[in-house]
């Protein structure tokens, strides 16, 4: 009994992806003067995909997660800048 269960659900999902790919489909026809077009370009450009990819319901890339080293070096100079006393407006003056 579980597997129809699995069954039904993955209908329900593969149901739900077609009419989002169809919604998709209609607002993008949407786009028609040659200036709403290059916008459309301009948007999917930032977001490194294209409409074939959209509508074939790949996702874009992941952005690269920056690298463990240069954040641990950023976070070690904010840390000597807030220890440093410049930003709390204390003085080294005894």
């Given at each position: 009994m579980e597997s129809l269960t699995v069954l039904r659900e993955a209908l329900r999902a593969r149901r739900r992806r077609r009419r989002q790919r169809e919604r998709l489909r209609r607002e993008l026809m949407e786009f028609r003067t040659p200036a709403e077009r290059q916008e459309l370009d301009a948007m999917?450009?930032?977001?490194?995909?294209?409409?074939?990819?959209?509508?074939?319901?790949?996702?874009?890339?992941?952005?690269?997660?920056?690298?463990?080293?240069?954040?641990?070096?950023t976070w070690d100079e904010?840390?000597?800048?807030?220890?440093?006393?410049?930003?709390?407006?204390e003085s080294s003056q005894e």
């Amino acid at each position: 009994m579980e597997s129809l269960t699995v069954l039904r659900e993955a209908l329900r999902a593969r149901r739900r992806r077609r009419r989002q790919r169809e919604r998709l489909r209609r607002e993008l026809m949407e786009f028609r003067t040659p200036a709403e077009r290059q916008e459309l370009d301009a948007m999917l450009a930032r977001h490194d995909t294209t409409v074939e990819d959209l509508l074939a319901g790949r996702e874009p890339p992941v952005p690269p997660v920056p690298r463990r080293q240069a954040w641990e070096d950023t976070w070690d100079e904010i840390v000597l800048h807030l220890s440093s006393g410049e930003s709390t407006g204390e003085s080294s003056q005894e």
